[in-house]
């Protein structure tokens, strides 16, 4: 492991709050969303005529034509299989910035196409992991799906293990620069980032520092150095109690939060309560984007029987503009990318379909 727990004593206390937050969390309730928060005067500013032309072009693919190689790595460490499929693109020296992707319960390597594409087409490579024991293999045959996750994420094993494997994905990533392939010498290990869906987006902030008291009140948290932002969709609830056992000082990179105002299968009108890690992030770059009527599914596409995908392009659209705009803004450095995320440009392309929430460091 690349970067070891900080306050080794305090990891059983960990480990237990992380399978907590696994049985309180998974498909969990809703909450007010409080009011947004005042403008700042030192907010990048941005032209109407920018903003427009940005968005369209965050919008679009980009200029790369995107291959994908699946590979099916073993941690021989661990005794455990890491699948993943990597999109990048097919033409260009680079370096590109490379993105991580941990997905929700249920999901695979074959998830969230849309993203990896539209990402490696505006030159970056996304590498989709799968998690085994909390994968589509884990639910595969299974008469009630939901009851099987509920039993998945009862076991303490599985969440420490999908961190782990974002990790070890790190790692391959690192061969993968340095070995034969279409990827050798192509990759930027300096830009590294990391992204979840539902649980993903707990293994995302794991990896990006968020840490648990234990017992004991110590704190442990596994942030890697090599992760430099984070994109957080569809975080689920924990329960109140275990909430207050999550610390948030170790979060140093920017993030992107993204949410919904629906719940996962459940009627329209509902708010989801996301605003946790946006709310208690401090020092450093946030945004928060809330969709209206969207539900987590909209992020990584419908499985689980969830079928309500009609409006899901639509939204899909503002997904991979503000992802695309958040990975120029903060692997790149592009200063038009965070004037439009945090001058008013995302806040006008979104009108009426929700709304974006800045915190500047």
């Given at each position: 492991m690349?970067s070891?727990?900080?306050?080794?004593a305090?990891?059983?206390?960990?480990?237990a709050?992380?399978?907590?937050?696994?049985?309180?969390?998974?498909l969990?309730?809703?909450?007010?969303?409080?009011?947004?928060e005042?403008?700042?005067?030192?907010r990048?500013?941005?032209?109407?005529?920018?903003?427009?032309?940005?968005?369209?072009?965050?919008?679009?693919?980009?200029?790369?034509?995107?291959?994908?190689?699946?590979?099916?790595?073993?941690?021989?460490?661990?005794?455990?299989?890491?699948l993943?499929?990597?999109?990048?693109?097919?033409?260009?020296s680079?370096?590109?910035?490379?993105i991580?992707?941990?997905?929700?319960?249920?999901?695979?390597?074959?998830?969230?196409?849309?993203?990896?594409?539209?990402?490696?087409?505006?030159?970056y490579?996304?590498?989709?992991?799968?998690?085994?024991?909390?994968?589509?293999?884990?639910?595969?045959?299974?008469?009630?799906?939901?009851?099987?996750?509920?039993?998945i994420?009862?076991?303490a094993?599985?969440?420490?293990g999908?961190?782990?494997?974002?990790?070890?994905?790190l790692?391959?990533?690192?061969?993968?620069?340095?070995g034969?392939?279409?990827?050798?010498?192509?990759?930027?290990?300096?830009s590294?980032a990391?992204?979840?869906?539902?649980f993903?987006?707990?293994t995302?902030?794991?990896?990006?520092?968020?840490?648990?008291?234990?017992?004991?009140?110590?704190e442990t948290?596994m942030?890697?150095?090599?992760?430099?932002?984070?994109?957080?969709?569809a975080l689920?609830?924990p329960?109140?109690?275990?909430?207050?056992r999550?610390?948030?000082?170790?979060?140093?990179?920017?993030?992107?939060?993204?949410?919904?105002?629906?719940?996962?299968?459940?009627?329209?009108?509902?708010p989801?309560?996301?605003?946790?890690?946006?709310?208690?992030?401090?020092?450093?770059?946030?945004?928060?984007?809330?969709?209206?009527?969207?539900?987590?599914?909209?992020?990584?596409?419908?499985?689980?029987?969830?079928?309500?995908?009609?409006?899901?392009?639509?939204?899909?659209?503002?997904?991979?503009?503000a992802?695309?705009?958040?990975?120029?803004?903060?692997?790149?450095?592009?200063a038009?990318?965070?004037?439009?995320?945090?001058?008013?440009?995302?806040?006008?392309?979104?009108?009426a379909?929700?709304?974006?929430?800045?915190?500047?460091?």
């Amino acid at each position: 492991m690349s970067s070891p727990p900080r306050g080794c004593a305090g990891a059983a206390g960990w480990l237990a709050a992380l399978a907590a937050l696994a049985a309180g969390a998974a498909l969990a309730g809703a909450g007010r969303l409080p009011a947004a928060e005042p403008p700042r005067e030192d907010r990048p500013a941005i032209s109407p005529d920018s903003a427009l032309a940005l968005a369209e072009a965050y919008k679009r693919p980009g200029t790369y034509p995107v291959e994908a190689v699946r590979y099916d790595w073993f941690d021989a460490d661990r005794q455990r299989p890491v699948l993943a499929k990597v999109y990048y693109p097919r033409h260009g020296s680079g370096p590109f910035p490379v993105i991580v992707v941990s997905p929700g319960l249920g999901a695979s390597r074959e998830g969230y196409e849309y993203l990896g594409r539209h990402w490696a087409s505006h030159g970056y490579v996304a590498v989709h992991v799968q998690h085994a024991g909390s994968d589509s293999a884990a639910l595969a045959g299974k008469s009630d799906p939901q009851a099987a996750i509920q039993q998945i994420v009862q076991d303490a094993r599985i969440p420490i293990g999908r961190v782990l494997d974002i990790y070890f994905a790190l790692d391959q990533v690192a061969a993968l620069q340095g070995g034969p392939g279409p990827l050798q010498g192509r990759l930027d290990l300096k830009s590294m980032a990391v992204a979840g869906h539902h649980f993903g987006a707990w293994t995302a902030l794991f990896v990006a520092g968020m840490g648990v008291l234990g017992q004991d009140r110590e704190e442990t948290s596994m942030p890697d150095p090599r992760i430099k932002a984070a994109l957080v969709m569809a975080l689920p609830l924990p329960q109140q109690k275990e909430a207050r056992r999550f610390t948030f000082e170790q979060v140093k990179v920017p993030c992107l939060h993204m949410a919904g105002t629906r719940e996962e299968g459940g009627g329209a009108g509902q708010p989801a309560e996301r605003r946790l890690a946006y709310a208690r992030i401090s020092g450093v770059d946030q945004y928060l984007l809330t969709l209206d009527a969207a539900d987590s599914q909209v992020f990584a596409g419908r499985w689980l029987g969830l079928t309500d995908a009609e409006k899901d392009p639509f939204y899909q659209e503002h997904v991979k503009a503000a992802s695309t705009a958040f990975w120029d803004a903060y692997l790149r450095h592009d200063a038009a990318a965070r004037a439009w995320l945090a001058g008013g440009g995302l806040a006008a392309a979104l009108g009426a379909a929700g709304r974006v929430e800045v915190k500047l460091r």
